[in-house]
């Protein structure tokens, strides 16, 4: 599992390089075009995301249902909505090697599959479905027992979160290329919708009065909680936290 994290890390680490010397580059060809407030969200996005995947997160995941809540948050919740709020891809298309852009980037751009695909992804009702899936999924005991148990599928689930969380802030933030699919008044009620089901998953760890997941009886106990407290301290978390964000 360290491998794999450290793995993550790394990604993150040269993805803020690329964004970095794309947003120099970029301020010397067209100050406006990104500003200094949005490379600041772009990099606490990225801190965001190697924070959940590192230690003491990372360590703590296996022990404590509610550390394994912030984990999903930041990879959902904050960590996304912060690196788009960046204009990512602007800054990558100019921080990439100028050969690698002209004969591969702009030519997959290009394509017609692309056009396609983007249009697709830029709908909003595909990325609330995908988010939806993804978290309530992932939360089902059995596929959540997988990724205790297996270092592969924890990290297939750590990126499905990170991507699903992408996915899920593009109609909201709209960074470029991203194209407005719905008016602008109809952005709220995608988010309110979006709360229906974090809210439910939330009160029924809450108020279910009983261990959901087995993983968690067996784990040394960590600050006096019993596993039934901590569960009912993660969904609480969830609750109250996701509540907020969309809020603001």
Known sequence: MLVIRFSLVSVMVLAALVYLRGWFQLRTSSPNSISGWQLGCFMCGAMSIGLA?????????HRLLCMHMVQHLLLMTIGPPLILLGNPLLSFRHGLPSSFVRIGLNRFLCRAPTHWLGRFLDKPLFCWLIATAVLIGWHFP???????????????EYASF????VLFWIPVVRPWPSKAQWPQWSIPVYLFLATLPCDALSAFLTFCGRVVYPHYLHQQRLLHFSALQDQEAAGALMWVFVTFVYSI
């Open 53 to 61: 995947v590192s230690p003491p997160l990372a360590a703590l995941d």
């Open 142 to 156: 059995q596929a959540f027992d997988l990724a205790m148990h297996s270092e592969s599928w924890h990290a297939i």
């Open 162 to 165: 990170l991507a699903a969380g």
